[in-house]
């Protein structure tokens, strides 16, 4: 009796230990990583994977995620991917109930469960903003808010023509938009190019004082300045440079103009036929472009500040005759 007992008890007991082996082999393996989230089968679900097959897609991580050299929990760890990391998927293949990415994150490729990935859009706003709108006519005139970029086409990524200080007038000729912002096409320091819309602020050129600026005070008063001599950046009769020179006499004659070489020629328009009075512009000087000013005075002749001092020369001059551009007139 005592023995049939016993037979019973351990019968039991061996009963008891297999059905609790039982449950834990149906647990979840965990992470190797605290930081990291995985789930699979148990081990022995998990040796047999099925062939990798072509998949497509972005995705973003659900949370800091293991990213392995193959499929499974048992293989070695690539990389961690934090979690938001955008990861695009190329290959899959399932290991027993789980499927499985093989992704490219973090400038490395391995493997990631799919239950870790969520489907995301590659934002394509970026793409958007690069693109631009056709250029449309706008005209007028306009000065630079700051000293500005000039570009030679619109957005800021295209090349840097001249760079037009603070005051300079621009005269637009076209405007497009590239993503939300708008650029003009325009005419300054001698030069053409794209700026931002945002950095100019309209201007009116008046010329309700071209008319009280005779053309013979004009020549008068430059001819006045003859003997002074050429100062780079000058404006007084202590020494002038050529756009400080053409600034002064008009002053002295009425009008107020613009101070330097590339303001003048933009607020001005040219002409064919001149008149005593009316600028000439010389181009490629001492640098590209337009470079230089001064005042006709008739008779084929100019007076400017050049050189060593203010004086009158020659269109005809071996030099200058060569570097004129045009006559353009307020």
Known sequence: MKKLFFTLLTAGSLLFANSTADVQASQPIQSQTASSYETTDSTVVQVAASKATKKSGTFKMKYNSNVRADAGTRNKIVTMAKKGSVAKASYQKKVGKSTWYKVSVNGKSGWVLSTLLTATSAKKTSVKQLASSKATKKSGTFKTKYNSNVRSDAGTKNKVVTMAKKGSIATATHQKKVGGTTWYKVKVNG????????????????????????????????????????????????????????????????????????????????????????????????????????????????????????????????????????????
């Not at 309209?202 to 053309?215: E, F, L, M």
């Not at 000058?234 to 613009?258: E, H």
């Open 191 to 330: 030069k053409t190019g794209w700026i931002s819309a945002s950095l100019l602020t309209a201007t009116t050129v008046k010329k309700a004082s071209v008319k009280k600026a005779s053309t013979s005070s004009v020549v008068s008063e430059a001819l006045s300045l003859q003997g002074i001599p050429y100062k780079f950046g000058g404006t007084t009769r202590a020494g002038f440079d050529c756009s400080g020179f053409v600034q002064y006499a008009y002053n002295q004659a009425g009008k107020n103009v613009s101070r330097t070489t590339g303001s003048q020629y933009a607020e001005t328009y040219k002409v064919s036929s001149p008149q005593p009075g009316d600028l000439v512009f010389f181009a490629n000087t001492y640098k590209a472009g337009i470079s230089h000013v001064g005042i006709y005075i008739g008779n084929n002749q100019f007076v400017h500040s050049g050189g060593s001092k203010a004086e009158v020369k020659s269109m005809n001059d071996p030099y200058w005759g060569k570097k004129f551009h045009s006559y353009k007139r307020y």
